[in-house]
């Protein structure tokens, strides 16, 4: 299994400030990771995948961004956030083929 | 592409009541896997079934997989108020695939 790890927890950030929120994976190796966002009271929303290092999807057209600097880290980012990119963003990690997820990070732009 | 339809969206149940979520795919699945989110938290790995009419119990819950690979549930047995929470059933095709393809997942409140 896998151990994913989010920070921060909850981040309040005005409209047109940049984001960057970190996911880093322990167990297995080149693991696949996903950024997904959960609206309030919603599914879930794949935003991004890789498979690995420096190797990034884009699911849905949007104002955010993915990087995968390291095995095991995936970075969430935005230049200018905008009012609708409020929710719950959850990093996953894919082992075989069950996914696991970190604790996410409630983000809130006023 | 691959769409997966989860029924209801919400539930109330009285404590003690059964419970079932569906799950339904526009394809034909490779494995379907089941996940609980307590509210406030994470989505949680429940189970993955991968056989043709596979049924799967754990205590209370029994998981089915269709003949065709193309629908599962999940059931609860006289529920319990540890069991809130929202149910997403997550479908994976073709095999091997990277992604899954998630349902909007049933919110289950239990009065107790």
């Known amino acids: 299994s896998q151990t994913i790890h989010q920070w921060p927890a909850t981040l309040v950030q005005p409209v047109g400030s940049p984001l960057s929120l970190e996911c880093t994976v322990e167990g297995t190796s080149n693991p696949n990771l996903y950024w997904y966002r959960q609206a309030a009271g919603r599914g879930l929303q794949l935003l991004f995948y890789s498979v690995g290092i420096g190797q990034i999807s884009s699911e849905v057209p949007q104002n955010l961004s993915a990087s995968r600097p390291q095995d095991r880290q995936f970075i969430l980012s935005s230049k200018k956030l905008l009012l609708s990119d409020s929710g719950f963003y959850l990093c996953?990690?894919?082992?075989?083929?069950?996914?696991?997820f970190g604790p996410g990070t409630r983000l809130l732009v006023l | 592409g691959q769409q997966v339809m989860q029924i209801p969206q919400y539930q109330h149940v009285q404590e003690g009541e059964d419970f079932t979520t569906y799950c339904n795919s526009s394809t034909t699945l490779s494995n379907i896997q089941w996940y609980k989110q307590r509210p406030g938290g994470h989505p949680v790995f429940l189970i993955q079934l991968v056989k043709s009419g596979e049924v799967k119990k754990q205590k209370r819950l029994t998981f089915q997989f269709g003949e065709a690979k193309k629908n599962s549930s999940l059931h609860i047995t006289a529920t319990q108020t540890t069991d809130v929470g929202t149910y997403f059933c997550?479908?994976?095709?073709?095999?091997?695939?990277?992604?899954?393809?998630f349902g909007k997942g049933t919110k289950l409140s239990v009065i107790p």
């Open positions: 997550g479908g994976s095709d073709p095999p091997g695939s990277y992604q899954l393809t």
């Open positions: 996953a990690g894919q082992d075989r083929q069950t996914q696991y």
